[in-house]
């Protein structure tokens, strides 16, 4: 079983947004058995997917011991399933103060969790104890990132933390992809980031990018995939493309 985390610590690069999507094309078009985990306490990839109200378990009560994954996954199909978020998960940082080994609950609760093919986990734009649990729980890590003037740059910081991550929780963290989003082939300024991605992260970089579309703001605000939203776009088509190679490069 693959656990991928969805990372960077910039905000609003696109994280929740390929989290979704990816999520519903792999359940539903590439057949796998797919589990989302909403470590993020703005919620949302929780209202993404249609879920406004608290549920009674959520992250928060799994974090802090006092429920189970099982109890708290929601089935949004057969074969999609969703551990939600709550906004109290912002106080987590704080109650976790001092407690020995706090970098390992998300992977301990994770330990009991089978019958997923991959479990994906969408993180908050932050490298706190939430990140590092993400990555201290995967067996892999995409980079989403915008392709802008400061894309690479900006990576540095998170560079440095999976490096600690993998030198003293999680050895066997590998970094399998680099998506990159809201690419507008017009603009000057996005090729050239997306040449530097490609420079930097040659094995790394996915083929397929995202373009810059208002259709997945919509989609997402409809609680829905860009799937259900609007199957017929040009962002629907590069989401199932990097899903699919998703699916051959790190769940094979
Ligand atoms: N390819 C895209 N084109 C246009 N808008 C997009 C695209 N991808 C995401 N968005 C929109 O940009 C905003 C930020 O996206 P998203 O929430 O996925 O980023 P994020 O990295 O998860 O943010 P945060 O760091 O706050 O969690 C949202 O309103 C989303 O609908
Ligand atoms: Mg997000």
Not at 91 to 105: K, V
Request: hydrophobic fraction near 45%; include cysteine; charge should be negative.
């Amino acid at each position: 079983m693959k656990i991928i985390t969805f990372a960077n610590h910039k905000g609003g690069v696109g994280k929740t947004t390929t989290v979704a999507n990816i999520g519903y094309a792999l359940a539903h078009h590439q057949k796998k058995r797919i589990l989302m985990i909403d470590m993020d306490p703005q919620t949302n990839l929780t209202s993404h997917f249609g879920i406004y109200e608290r549920p009674q378990d959520t992250m928060y009560e799994v974090l802090k011991g006092n429920s189970t994954i099982s109890n708290a996954i929601v089935e949004l199909s057969p074969s999609l399933h969703l551990l939600p978020s709550s906004l109290d998960v912002t106080n987590i940082e704080a109650e976790l103060q001092g407690i020995t080994g706090r970098e390992f609950i998300l992977r301990e609760a994770l330990d009991k969790v089978q019958g997923y093919e991959a479990i994906l986990i969408d993180t908050p734009p932050s490298l706190g104890v939430l990140t590092v649990n993400a990555f201290t729980a995967s067996t892999d890590v995409c980079i989403v990132v915008q392709t802008e003037f400061f894309a690479l740059q900006g990576l540095a910081k998170l560079y440095e933390i999976i490096g600690i991550v993998q030198k003293r929780t999680n050895p066997k963290l590998a970094i399998s992809g680099v998506i990159a989003t809201m690419f507008d082939r017009r603009k000057g300024m996005h090729c050239e980031a997306l040449q530097a991605l490609e420079a930097r992260f040659a094995n790394e970089l996915f083929d397929v990018q995202v373009t810059e579309a208002i259709a997945l703001v919509e989609a997402a605000s409809a609680g829905k995939s860009i799937f259900e939203y609007k199957p017929s776009s040009k962002v629907a088509e590069q989401y199932d493309e990097i899903a699919k190679a998703i699916a051959i490069k790190i769940l094979n």
